[in-house]
């Protein structure tokens, strides 16, 4: 894995709360396409794993938020929850949906995530704020969910190709039909 844990950036306390609003916040630039806001909310270094890529660093996770938009709108990510263990502060697991339309077919797919991160204390600022920011990601999704059942069961079309297979550059996929299993 490209990832190693900055344990010198953890922040010094964070609770559940805390990250919860953290990834909220995230959650709302996704769904404004706010670019300038992801930008600020990811570490330089940041990492995403997830089934189909790997992402290292900022410019890479912002071409992949930028391939991401170019086939998906309507965004909306809901964390339901998160824990955090207060030994490792800068380490949470968290629960969410992901919401989203594919611009080429207009399905509206939901993608039922576990995700694993870190977040660190933006030190490049140069102040004492305890700006936190998102170094790592590793998102596992559920193809299998009733979620995306139903979201597959509401397109008239037969099948809808993943976005993985239909580009494979894609950062991420809205949920694999049952014949790509």
Not at 16 to 28: K, P, T, W, Y
Not at 70 to 92: E, K, M
Not at 152 to 176: D, F, K, M, Q, V
Request: proline share 6%; glycine share 4%.
């Amino acid at each position: 894995s490209p990832w190693f844990p900055q344990i010198t950036n953890w922040p010094q306390k964070a609770n559940a709360d805390r990250i919860m609003q953290f990834l909220n916040s995230e959650a709302h630039a996704w769904s404004m396409v706010d670019r300038e806001a992801i930008k600020a909310l990811w570490a330089s270094d940041c990492v995403l794993v997830n089934p189909w890529t790997v992402e290292v660093g900022r410019e890479a996770r912002l071409f992949g938020f930028d391939t991401f938009f170019s086939h998906y709108r309507d965004v909306r990510i809901t964390t339901n929850s998160v824990i955090v263990d207060n030994r490792y502060p800068g380490l949470f697991a968290a629960t969410r949906l992901f919401e989203c339309t594919n611009i080429h077919t207009q399905v509206r797919g939901i993608d039922e995530d576990l995700v694993f991160g870190e977040i660190i204390v933006d030190k490049s600022s140069g102040t004492s704020s305890d700006r936190l920011q998102l170094r790592y990601a590793r998102v596992i999704f559920n193809p299998l969910s009733p979620l995306c059942t139903q979201s597959l069961s509401l397109s008239s079309a037969p099948e809808i190709p993943s976005l993985r297979t239909a580009h494979p550059l894609s950062t991420y996929s809205t949920y694999y039909p049952a014949s790509s299993r």
